[in-house]
């Protein structure tokens, strides 16, 4: 069973950085596009980025453009989502999904595996 857990949240100030990590386990690596969503208080959760299989593709939320850059590392089964010039905004719990299926991934329907979460808090 595929496996995906999450760390490297935490506090910063607005207009710092943070680079959240994503490992995943029990399956082939190489065979699961990645992504991350994240979750504001009182807010639905919203898709942030993905990075396809081959990392030939990557997506990004509008809102996030030109500040995150999600990577990863397949020599050690890990994606990670670079966050730069955060925002208040931007504080959230930020969840990391994966799937073999692109579409089913961006959309967040039907996830094979979600992690439990990483907690970012940009103080103003």
């Known amino acids: 069973q595929v496996q995906v857990v999450e760390s490297g949240g935490g506090l910063v100030q607005a207009g710092g950085s943070l680079r959240l990590s994503c490992a995943l386990s029990?399956?082939?690596?190489?065979?699961?596009?990645m992504g991350w969503f994240r979750q504001a208080p009182g807010k639905e959760r919203e898709f942030v980025a993905a990075?396809?299989?081959?990392?030939?593709?990557?997506s990004y939320a509008d809102s996030v453009k030109g500040r995150f850059t999600i990577s990863k590392d397949s020599a050690k089964d890990t994606v990670y989502l670079q966050m730069n010039s955060l925002k208040p905004e931007d504080t959230a719990v930020y969840y990391c999904?994966?799937?073999?299926?692109?579409?089913?991934?961006?959309?967040?329907?039907?996830?094979?595996?979600w992690g439990k979460g990483a907690l970012v808090t940009v103080s103003s």
């Open positions: 999904a994966a799937d073999q299926n692109w579409f089913t991934l961006v959309t967040g329907t039907g996830v094979v595996a």
């Open positions: 990075i396809s299989r081959g990392a030939s593709s990557t």
């Open positions: 029990g399956r082939t690596f190489a065979t699961y596009a």
